[in-house]
Every structure is written in structure tokens, then in C-alpha cells.
T-cell receptor, first 111, second 114 residues
Framework: EDKVVQSPLSLVVHEGDTVTLNCSYEVTNFRSLLWYKQEKKAPTFLFMLTSSGIEKKSGRLSSILDKKELFSILNITATQTGDSAIYLCAPNAGNNRKLIWGLGTSLAVNP | GAVVSQHPSWVICKSGTSVKIECRSLDFQATTMFWYRQFPKQSLMLMATSNEGSKATYEQGVEKDKFLINHASLTLSTLTVTSAHPEDSSFYIC??????????FGPGTRLTVL
């Protein structure tokens, strides 16, 4: 059965801290892994990773994939209160290319 | 780019009525769209996969006669909740898959059935 485990489930930090969010997965016919940020509404797209070892970067956020060890990490440096959200990782898998969802990591950044 | 819209953003209806939710990809074509629902503090639950020009594929446990999906064009999919009941109250979200295989989400529709 396809499975995605994110850790930690929740995290509270102070502004300026650096955080690392983890995502491990076991899925059949893996194609890619996507990271999303969800605040009060629907998820917004952050990254799509398809190859191992190639870091994707956008501002203070970066992410990398390890297809051998079946995990991905999302780093956020110099966190701000606006980074408070649930971060979801979702492998894209199977012939129908459905996203398999983890429970997410709830990040709270305090001023 | 890669904007997905949903309409309405929120709707309140009486029990027994039907509600239609539209999902549009505004600046790209999407042969596949997905419909999700999400309860408070729970993860996204995939309801169905909608393919342009063909019947939707429903996830186990989702009633196809209750949640009618139509994907009439490459930029529009609709979800109709028929004979809605209070337990259908939820946050319904669509996503559209771009050629890059990335799924972009609409802003969601909050349905409240009285």
C-alpha cells in the first residue's frame, strides 16, 4: 500500500530559525514528488522533484529528493511568521498519476 | 501562470438540493483534473479523477451518483453534489494537472448544507 510519512507532525519555532521538514514515502511507480504549502485555503505549489540529489530552490525555501532512500526534505531558512502553514509532500505515483498525501507538518513561526 | 479557479468559493444550500461547483484552468489546458474534499484538520481526500471527454474515475467509497463529475473541455470540470445532506458539508478542492505533471489547486469551495 502506498504510504507517505511526514515528520515532525508539528513544529514551533521563532522567527529567524531554520527548519527542516522530512518526508519519507513508499509508493508504486514513483514519478515525482511535490511539496505544497497550505494555509487557510487550498494548497499552493512549492516544488516538484523528479531527480535525486538536485536541489530546487526558491528564495528561502529549498528541497531535495533521494530516490534511493525514498525521502525528501524541505528546508526553510530565516523563517518568518508568514511561513506558518501546513507543509504537504505528495509523491506522484502510479499509472493514473495520483498524488499520495501525507498528513503534513504544521509549522508555527512565532515573532 | 498555472492558475486554477473555482466557483463558487462558498455556498449554503438546503438539504435535498443540488449544488454545482466549477473548476477552471485559466492559462493552461488540463486533460486531467482531480476533485478532493477536506474536513477540518484532516488531510486531503481524493474523491475522483476527471478526464476530459471520458467518465470520471471514482475512489473507493465515493458515490458516483451523488457526486456527478463532468469534464466537458480541456479547461473546465464540474462537480455536482446531488440531493445534498448536512454530512456533505465540507471543503471541496479541485486540482488541474499541467503538462509538466504538476497539479495546481483551485482555492476551494466551502459547502454548508443546512
Amino acid at each position: 500500500e502506498d504510504k507517505v510519512v511526514q515528520s515532525p507532525l508539528s513544529l514551533v519555532v521563532h522567527e529567524g530559525d531554520t527548519v527542516t521538514l522530512n518526508c519519507s514515502y513508499e509508493v508504486t511507480n514513483f514519478r515525482s514528488l511535490l511539496w505544497y504549502k497550505q494555509e487557510k485555503k487550498a494548497p499552493t505549489f512549492l516544488f516538484m522533484l523528479t531527480s535525486s540529489g538536485i536541489e530546487k530552490k526558491s528564495g528561502r525555501l529549498s528541497s531535495i529528493l533521494d530516490k534511493k532512500e525514498l525521502f525528501s526534505i524541505l528546508n526553510i531558512t530565516a523563517t518568518q511568521t508568514g511561513d506558518s502553514a501546513i507543509y504537504l509532500c505528495a509523491p506522484n505515483a502510479g499509472n493514473n498519476r495520483k498524488l499520495i498525501w501525507g498528513l503534513g507538518t504544521s509549522l508555527a513561526v512565532n515573532p | 501562470g498555472a492558475v486554477v479557479s473555482q466557483h463558487p468559493s462558498w455556498v449554503i444550500c438546503k438539504s435535498g438540493t443540488s449544488v454545482k461547483i466549477e473548476c477552471r484552468s485559466l492559462d493552461f489546458q488540463a486533460t486531467t483534473m482531480f476533485w478532493y474534499r477536506q474536513f477540518p484538520k484532516q488531510s486531503l481526500m481524493l474523491m475522483a479523477t476527471s478526464n476530459e471527454g471520458s467518465k470520471a474515475t471514482y475512489e473507493q467509497g465515493v458515490e458516483k451518483d451523488k457526486f456527478l463529475i463532468n469534464h466537458a473541455s480541456l479547461t473546465l470540470s464540474t462537480l455536482t453534489v446531488t440531493s445534498a445532506h448536512p454530512e456533505d458539508s465540507s471543503f471541496y478542492i479541485c486540482s488541474a494537472r499541467a503538462l509538466t505533471d504538476t497539479q495546481y489547486f483551485g482555492p476551494g469551495t466551502r459547502l454548508t448544507v443546512l
